[in-house]
């Protein structure tokens, strides 16, 4: 089955610097997500962006989507200390199967 | 509007004893999922379920494990006889849709199970 794909895997960036994450995954899929997972805790849902969009936004987050290469990016801007945390993706095949998110990447951000 | 409600929070259980999870999602959601996490892994899909009914659970393994989630009260995820490799933390999720990928997940703060 298809798995969404985070690089890198750890990322150590500077307070009010951009933090980029990338994902890629295998198949055809309805819509991509991304979610934060701060350490010992639930996911809290980012953003999801549909097959047919190319980017969108959300505050600080900036989200795009390349279906060609099978792949997204999620830009945080100007990072913050609190930033720090877990990213993942996670995408559904074309159908109605449940979602698989990747490995995730651990951002931390040094104030 | 509560969140998705999880607990325990922490369960301690010795080698081949029960494990009961229980997941209460948000009011208005009747679509609940169970995902296991090892340590440094992402989320790994177990089981989906609406009211009385298992959608989808080609995530879980095919002993020891089962899931419900009857008409009143929470989704329970329960786990027999367990072993040192069912110690994970244990997610539920909830979502207001019919189908699986097309909303948003809700996330509890999930449960620590921890085999002994």
């Known amino acids: 089955s298809q798995q969404g794909e985070e690089d890198p895997q750890a990322l150590s960036i500077q307070e009010g610097e951009n933090a980029t994450m990338n994902c890629s995954y295998k198949t055809s899929i309805n819509n991509l997500q991304w979610y934060r997972q701060n350490s010992g805790r639930g996911l809290v849902h980012l953003i999801l962006i549909r097959s047919n969009e190319r980017e969108k936004h959300s505050g600080r987050l900036r989200v795009t989507l390349d279906t060609s290469k099978k792949s997204s990016s999620l830009l945080i801007t100007a990072s913050r200390a609190a930033d720090t945390a877990s990213y993942f993706c996670?995408?559904?095949?074309?159908?109605?199967?449940?979602?698989?998110f990747g490995k995730g990447t651990r951002l931390s951000v040094i104030a | 509007n509560a969140g998705v409600m999880q607990n325990p929070r922490h369960l301690v259980r010795r080698r081949g004893q029960e494990a009961r999870l229980r997941c209460s999602p948000m009011k208005g959601h009747s679509h609940v999922y169970w995902y296991r996490q090892l340590p440094e892994e992402g989320l790994k899909f177990m089981v989906y379920?609406?009211?009385?009914?298992?959608?989808?659970e080609s995530g879980m393994p095919k002993e020891r494990f089962s899931a419900e989630f009857p008409k009143e009260g929470p989704s329970i995820l329960r786990i027999q006889q367990v072993v040192r490799g069912d110690s994970a933390a244990y997610f539920c999720?909830?979502?207001?849709?019919?189908?699986?990928?097309?909303?948003?997940?809700?996330f509890g703060p999930g449960t620590r199970l921890t085999v002994t």
């Open positions: 996670a995408t559904d095949e074309a159908g109605n199967t449940p979602l698989v």
């Open positions: 379920l609406q009211k009385e009914n298992i959608i989808d």
């Open positions: 999720a909830s979502s207001p849709g019919s189908r699986a990928g097309h909303y948003e997940q809700y």
